[in-house]
C-alpha cells in the first residue's frame, strides 16, 4: 500500500528476541483495554499487548488517541525515539487500520526484531470500498462470503453488500420470510463482519413483481426488511434493476425507496439506505432520473455503474455528468470481475483493477463495490487490486502493481507464475483480450515468438498446479485443464499433425472453459485459415 505522508529517518529500535511486549495507554477513553477494539490483536501472533498497569518489563508504549477531521477511517501513526506507537483516528475502524499499519513496519529477521522511527499519516482515498455480490448464477457458500469478508478487512476495505440475483429469497420470493437457517447465516456473517469492521448492507430486490398500488406488498416489503433489523442489519438497498418500465416509474422507485427510509427511520436510531435505479448504466440525463432523483429524499444514495453496465472506462466526465443529474450522493457498482454476463460464464478474468480515473474519489461519490464472480478465490485478485485504488487512488498503478496485489494472495514462489497466468485470463470487458507482444506476434505469424510466450504459460501452469493453493487451484482447474489442452494441439502442430490440428481446433472452440486470449485457437485458425462457420 501506498501511504500519502511518510517521514522516517531509516533509524531502528532492534530487539534480539522473537516476540514483541507492549503496554497499552489509551487517551482514546472508550477504549480502556486493547479487547475493546475487535480485532486490534489478531493481526500478529508475535505481538503480546499489556494493559497500563502491568508490572512487567515491556519494550513500548502503545496508545490510542482520537482526533474528529481525519476522514475515511484515516490515521496518523508514530513510532517515537521514547519507544511509543501513538495512532490517532476518527473512528474504531481507523484505529485498526493503523495498528495493521504498524505490524507492517516491523521486520523480523532470524536474529531478532527492526522497528523504525516513522511517521505515517493517511486518508483512504475512498470513505466506502468492497464487494456487493450482487451477480446471476449460482450464489456463493457461506464459508466464501466469511472468507470474503475477511479479505475485505484484512486489505483496508470496509463494506459487503448482499445481493446474489439468485437468491430466491433476495429476488423472485421477495415476499416470503427468511427460513430459520438463512437467519443463522445472517447471523453468523455478522459476526464476522463486527470482527473485520467490515458494513453489511442486506440488497433487496422487489421490482421484478412489485404492486405499486396494493399496500399489502408495501407492507411484506417492510415485513422482510423488520426480520433482518431484528437480527442486527441496519444498512440497507432497495434494487431495482433489471425490471421493466411503467408510466411514472421514475416517481413510483422514489416514492417506494422513500417508504423504505421512513420504515428505517422509525426501527432504528442510525441506518443506511442505498437504492439501485432501472437506468443505473448511463451518463446522459432521461425523464425517469430527473423524477427520480428529484423525489427521492437527500440521504438515500444511488448505485450507479458507469456509463454501461460493463464499463470499459469510468472516467471523472462521466461521473461528474450523472452526479449533477441525480443531486444524490453516488456508490459506483463496477461490474468487474464478474462474469455473468452473455458469452463470459466460459471466461475467467484474472486481471488488476484499471480505466477507473482516481478523480473519481472528489464530489459526490460515497465509494465503489466492485461485483465479483460466482468463484470467489479467482475474484481476489482483481479486489486485491481495487484495494490499493481505494487505499490512495492518486498512486494507483493497477498494471504495474498487479504483482504486489497477486502477493497478497499466493506464496511468493508462485507470484510470477500466476501473473503469466493472468496475462491470458485479462478482462475483455475493459482491455484487449491479449496483450500487445501477442498482438504484434499474431499480425506478424511470428510462430518462434508465440511459442517462446506459450512455453512460458505452459510452465506456469504447471507450477501452478503443483502448488498448494489449494482453494483457488481447485476453483480455477477447468481453466488449467483448458490450457493442458491447448499444450497438446500446439505440440501436435509444431510436429506436422495437420489433420489432426484442425479437428482438434473445432473441437477446443466448443470448449465449456476458455482462456479469454484463446492464442493457440485464434494462431491455427489464422495459419491454417479455419474459417469461422
Not at 493503523?98 to 513496519?105: A, E, N, P
Not at 433489471?242 to 416517481?251: E, L, Q, T, V
Not at 432504528?268 to 429524499?297: A, H, R, W
Request: hydrophobic fraction near 35%; charge should be neutral; include cysteine.
Amino acid at each position: 500500500m501506498y501511504y500519502k505522508e511518510i517521514y522516517t529517518e531509516e533509524e531502528y529500535y532492534y530487539f534480539d528476541k522473537n516476540k514483541l511486549t507492549l503496554k497499552f495507554i489509551s487517551k482514546y477513553y472508550r477504549y480502556s483495554k486493547p479487547s475493546d477494539i475487535n480485532g486490534i490483536v489478531s493481526y500478529d501472533k508475535d505481538i503480546n499487548i499489556l494493559l497500563s498497569d502491568t508490572k512487567e518489563q515491556t519494550d513500548f508504549n502503545i496508545g490510542f488517541s482520537y482526533k474528529r477531521d481525519i476522514k475515511n477511517s484515516g490515521f496518523n501513526l508514530k513510532i517515537n525515539p521514547e519507544k511509543e506507537v501513538i495512532i490517532v483516528s476518527s473512528d474504531e475502524r481507523g484505529i485498526v487500520n493503523g495498528y495493521k499499519t504498524f505490524i507492517k513496519q516491523i521486520k523480523k529477521t532470524e536474529d531478532g526484531i527492526y522497528i523504525p522511527y516513522i511517521e505515517i499519516n493517511h486518508e483512504p482515498s475512498l470513505k466506502l470500498s468492497g464487494v456487493i455480490e450482487g451477480f446471476y448464477g449460482k450464489p456463493w457458500t457461506l464459508e466464501s462470503r466469511l472468507d470474503c469478508i475477511k479479505f475485505i478487512g484484512q486489505n483496508y476495505m470496509n463494506t459487503y453488500m448482499y445481493a446474489p440475483k439468485n437468491d430466491i429469497y433476495h429476488r423472485d420470493k421477495w415476499r416470503d420470510l427468511y427460513p430459520e437457517n438463512k437467519i443463522l447465516e445472517f447471523k453468523e456473517i455478522l459476526k464476522e463482519c463486527g470482527k473485520y469492521h467490515v458494513d453489511f448492507y442486506y440488497m433487496i430486490s422487489p421490482g421484478k413483481d412489485f404492486k405499486f398500488n396494493m399496500k399489502d406488498d408495501y407492507i411484506n416489503l417492510k415485513s422482510k426488511l423488520k426480520q433482518l433489523v431484528d437480527i442486527g442489519v441496519s444498512k440497507f438497498g432497495v434494487l431495482l434493476d433489471d425490471i421493466d418500465y411503467f408510466k411514472g416509474s421514475g416517481y413510483k422507485h422514489a416514492e417506494l425507496v422513500n417508504d423504505v427510509y421512513y420504515f428505517l427511520k422509525y426501527n432504528l436510531e442510525q441506518f443506511n439506505l442505498v437504492m439501485c435505479p432501472t437506468e443505473y448504466d448511463i451518463d446522459y440525463d432521461t425523464p425517469y432520473l430527473k423524477s427520480l432523483g428529484e423525489n427521492l429524499l437527500p440521504d438515500i444514495k444511488i448505485l450507479w455503474t458507469g456509463n454501461e453496465t460493463l464499463s470499459h472506462r469510468i472516467t471523472k466526465d462521466s461521473f461528474n455528468r450523472i452526479s449533477s443529474i441525480l443531486n444524490h450522493e453516488i456508490i459506483i457498482w463496477d461490474n468487474v470481475p464478474v462474469n455473468d454476463f452473455k458469452g463470459d460464464k466460459e471466461l475467467l478474468f484474472i486481471a488488476p483493477y484499471e480505466n477507473r480515473s482516481p478523480h473519481l474519489c472528489e464530489n459526490n461519490l460515497e465509494g465503489i463495490v466492485l461485483n465479483p464472480m460466482d468463484i470467489w478465490e479467482a475474484s481476489k485478485f482483481t479486489l486485491a487490486s481495487f484495494s490499493q485504488y481505494a487505499f490512495n487512488a492518486d498512486s494507483f498503478r493497477g498494471k504495474d502493481d498487479f504483482k504486489k496485489a497477486i502477493s497478497s494472495i499466493v506464496s511468493k514462489h508462485y507470484v510470477d507464475d500466476f501473473y503469466v497466468f493472468s496475462q491470458y485470463f485479462r478482462n475483455s470487458r475493459v482491455s484487449n483480450s491479449l496483450p500487445f507482444n501477442l498482438i504484434h506476434m499474431l499480425n506478424k505469424n511470428d510462430i518462434d515468438g508465440i511459442d517462446n510466450e506459450l512455453n512460458k504459460l505452459f510452465n506456469a501452469t504447471k507450477n501452478i498446479k503443483n502448488s498448494k493453493e489449494r482453494k483457488l487451484l481447485k476453483s480455477i482447474m477447468p481453466w488449467i485443464v483448458q490450457i493442458e489442452k491447448e499444450k497438446i494441439l500446439w505440440e501436435s502442430f509444431k510436429e506436422g499433425n495437420l489433420d489432426i490440428v484442425k479437428e482438434e481446433v473445432k473441437l477446443l472452440e466448443k470448449s465449456k472453459y476458455k482462456t479469454s486470449a484463446n492464442i493457440v485457437v485464434k494462431i491455427l485458425k489464422k495459419i491454417l485459415n479455419i474459417k469461422e462457420k
